[in-house]
Antibody
Framework: EVQVVESGGGLVQPGGSLRLSCAAS????????MSWVRQAPGKGLEWVAN????????YYVDSVKGRFTISRDNARNSLFLQMNSLRAEDTAVYHC????????????WGQGTVVTVSS | DIVMTQSPDSLAVSLGERATINCKSS????????????LAWYQQKPGQPPKLLIY???TRESGVPDRFSGSGSGTDFTLTISSLQAEDVAVYYC?????????FGGGTKVEIK
């Protein structure tokens, strides 16, 4: 079965850090661009970042530039999101999503992992 | 950055009736070199991740019922559910993948009248 499963969410204080992981299975992970998309409580979807197949190219939404870093380990079929200097407005469910190319729809989504930034 | 605007925010439709959701982009998402509109539609049910329904504005994803259809070009797009079923109750999002930052519409909640 083709799937992605996120982990690593939790409660963190403002200014703190968290590292999210996404484990992929059932497909050739290294053949796909991968993204993180978040959804704040009761709100819509916001694309956060994506990364090229070999990890050489990365893009971020302006609100997380300089604070978040996307990375991947193709040998472990894993995607990561290192989140530093967290703010209350980063509170959301973070989904891992698959796209064939940079400019491509997301055809596989994970259930998401919850990040809560609060003191 | 491309801003995606959906309307209405919510709608209530009787079972078996048509539901129509609109999506407008702040600039064209039609790529002239291949004549493709870089526009997708997703369905999200409570407690679930989004599910891809339509891409390239009008191509149905495998396994999606044919009561779902997408239309439009350039900056104006429509998702139509031709005969609403109970299992279609969800929030629907449009998304442009024409350029980064990739962006979504605010969502349209579809309910049964």
């Amino acid at each position: 079965e083709v799937q992605v499963v996120e982990s690593g969410g939790g409660l963190v204080q403002p200014g703190g850090s968290l590292r999210l992981s996404c484990a992929a299975s059932g497909f050739t992970f290294s053949s796909y661009w991968m993204s993180w998309v978040r959804q704040a409580p009761g709100k819509g979807l916001e694309w956060v970042a994506n990364i090229k197949r070999d990890g050489s190219v990365k893009y971020y939404v302006d609100s997380v530039k300089g604070r978040f870093t996307i990375s991947r380990d193709n040998a472990r079929n894993s995607l990561f999101l290192q989140m530093n200097s967290l703010r209350a407005e980063d509170t959301a469910v973070y989904h891992c999503a698959r796209g064939w190319e940079l400019l491509w729809p997301f055809d596989i989504w994970g259930q998401g992992t919850v990040v809560t930034v609060s003191s | 950055d491309i801003v995606m605007t959906q309307s209405p925010d919510s709608l209530a439709v009787s079972l078996g009736e048509r539901a129509t959701i609109n999506c407008k982009s702040s600039q064209s998402v039609l790529y002239s070199s291949n004549n493709n509109n870089y526009l997708a539609w997703y369905q999200q049910k409570p407690g679930q991740p989004p599910k891809l329904l339509i891409y390239w504005a009008s191509t149905r994803e495998s396994g999606v019922p044919d009561r779902f259809s997408g239309s439009g070009s350039g900056t104006d797009f429509t998702l139509t559910i031709s005969s609403l079923q109970a299992e279609d109750v969800a929030v629907y999002y449009c998304q442009q993948y024409y350029s980064t930052p990739l962006s979504f519409g605010g969502g349209t909640k579809v309910e049964i009248k």
